[in-house]
């Protein structure tokens, strides 16, 4: 069990650092180009929507991958990242946006949870790098 929860720690940090190592430099690219991510709430949610789940995504997989994971489990992470960013864009327009990046990143913990227990010998034993 310990593996099992040191694997879903491990993915809300490389969620967390993503969004900071990779969210950083492109809200510095945004603003080169004369924009921002307030700018894009307003005009392109959906444009921020998958970004954010961009910047969680790549560094989740990455740590995945340096723990000796496949790649059909990165894939089901990746899944369980934009499930939950696809359904938040559908509602856009029909739920506050605040609310929906909250159920976004809700959605995504929890569906993080059920691809964990969908395979269970996937995480419950360590990998090699």
Do not use: K, N
């Not at 993503?18 to 921002?36: D, N, T």
Request: proline share 5%; hydrophobic share 60%.
């Amino acid at each position: 069990m310990r593996h099992f929860v040191r694997h879903y720690v491990e993915m809300v940090i490389a969620m967390f650092a993503g969004m900071i190592v990779l969210g950083l430099p492109a809200e510095a690219g945004l603003r080169a180009i004369g924009s921002s991510s307030s700018d894009l709430r307003v005009d392109a949610p959906a444009v921020l929507f998958i970004g954010m789940a961009l910047t969680m995504t790549v560094p989740m997989v990455a740590w995945m991958r340096f723990r000796g994971h496949g790649w059909r489990p990165c894939l089901e992470m990746v899944g369980a990242m934009f499930v939950p960013t696809f359904a938040a864009i559908a509602l856009l327009g029909v739920v506050d946006f605040d609310a929906l990046m909250m159920w976004e990143h809700l959605g995504m913990l929890l569906a993080m949870l059920v691809a964990m227990l969908a395979r269970p010998g996937e995480y419950l034993y360590a990998h090699q790098h």
